[in-house]
């Protein structure tokens, strides 16, 4: 089992919809958790970080963790054409020294 | 605030030979993170450290592989004899302190091993 999975996609979703990315990882005591968004060509940027159960809420972006799931997902709300790109889910695992484990990320397009 | 530095930016090389990358992270920071990204995948931790000391390189090759962070600053990631399946990008990211704190990345080297 991967320490950290997603669906590679494509995600394709129509321009105002909903966009929701999921990530399951296997780390029962990971306590931190991160959404990372990756354009082609480019770097990782950090543009969610969730710690504890529930919702967190930034802009159009909200980040869902259910630990006893072992589950993390992002929604975008109102996409945009601008979204389209590869979210890599990241889990800080506590197996050894801390590290970030990343999945192999959801390539997401929004359709105009 | 000046990002993380990498360089270069490409690199092609052919399988046997040795190769080099460079990264300076952003001032102040002091934990340094050496990530592979092969096409298709999420990035993989290589090495880190914190000032000049190694926290983790279990998933450093290190038959082939070597880092060092001389100073506590700057950071040099080697391959020697390079692979094919070396061909990846090789991102830097360095942190302020904590490894639980945001890690911002650098633009990456690109390598192709023919």
């Known amino acids: 089992q991967k320490e950290v999975e997603q669906n590679s996609g494509p995600l394709s979703v129509p321009e105002g919809a909903i966009a929701s990315l999921n990530c399951t990882y296997s780390?029962?005591?990971?306590?931190?958790f991160f959404w990372y968004r990756q354009y082609s060509g480019k770097s990782p940027e950090l543009i969610m970080s969730?710690?504890?159960?529930g919702d967190k809420e930034d802009g159009r972006f909200t980040a869902q963790l259910n630990k006893a799931s072992q589950y993390v997902s992002l929604l975008i709300r109102d996409s945009q054409p601008s979204d389209s790109a590869t979210y890599l889910c990241?889990?800080?695992?506590?197996?050894?020294?801390?590290?970030?484990?990343f999945g192999q990320g959801t390539r997401l397009t929004i359709n105009p | 605030e000046a990002g993380v530095a990498q360089s270069p930016r490409y690199k092609i090389i052919e399988k046997r030979q040795s190769v080099a990358f460079w990264c300076n992270p952003i001032?102040?920071?002091?934990?340094l993170y050496w990530y592979q990204q092969i096409l298709g995948q999420g990035p993989k931790l290589l090495i880190q450290?914190?000032?000049?000391?190694?926290?983790?390189d279990s998933q450093l090759p290190k038959d082939r592989f070597s880092a060092e962070r001389l100073k506590g600053v700057d950071s040099t990631l080697k391959i020697q004899p390079a692979k094919l399946e070396d061909s990846a990008v090789y991102l830097c990211?360095?942190?302020?302190?904590?490894?639980?704190?945001?890690?911002?990345f650098g633009p990456g080297t690109r390598l192709l091993v023919l």
């Open positions: 990211a360095s942190s302020l302190w904590a490894v639980e704190e945001t890690q911002y």
């Open positions: 450290f914190q000032n000049n000391g190694v926290v983790d």
């Open positions: 780390d029962r005591v990971s306590q931190s």
């Open positions: 990241a889990v800080m695992t506590r197996q050894g020294a801390q590290k970030l484990v």
């Open positions: 969730i710690y504890s159960n």
């Open positions: 001032s102040g920071h002091a934990t």
